[in-house]
């Protein structure tokens, strides 16, 4: 089992940028593929970057590509999330999730995510 807390959310200005931390407790963690999700208001909870468990093999959504970037640092048993270029568009609840991989697995199904963390706001102003 682990535990997901994020953290480094905040308001900022259009073209800015923000990292965002998911801290995990548990001795596993180096076990588990990690997500970054978004939510916005009356939109559905949307799949934005992931990373395999050494670290060696990201994904990222189309609408990120280019301006996030996901990384972990296994011995600190946390996930970052870089985020420049900020755009309003950006605004939303960020989660990190955690999954373990059997057979097949695609990064952005939220079913196949066991553990989820709080979220953190980010707020990008126009």
């Known amino acids: 089992q682990v535990q997901l807390v994020e953290s480094g959310g905040g308001l900022v200005q259009a073209e800015g940028s923000l990292r965002l931390s998911c801290a995990a407790s548990?001795?596993?963690?180096?076990?588990?593929?990690i997500g970054w999700f978004r939510q916005a208001p009356g939109k559905e909870r949307e799949f934005i970057a992931g990373?395999?468990?050494?670290?060696?093999?990201?994904n990222y959504a189309d609408s990120v590509k280019g301006r996030f970037t996901i990384s972990r640092d296994n011995a600190k048993n946390t996930v970052y999330l870089q985020m420049n270029s900020l755009k309003a568009e950006d605004t939303a609840v960020y989660y990190c999730?955690?999954?373990?991989?059997?057979?097949?697995?695609?990064?952005?199904?939220?079913?196949?995510?066991?553990?989820w963390g709080q979220g953190t706001q980010v707020t990008v102003s126009s």
């Open positions: 548990g001795r596993t963690f180096s076990s588990y593929y």
């Open positions: 990373i395999n468990r050494s670290g060696g093999s990201t």
């Open positions: 999730a955690a999954a373990i991989i059997r057979g097949s697995f695609l990064p952005g199904q939220r079913t196949q995510y066991s553990y």
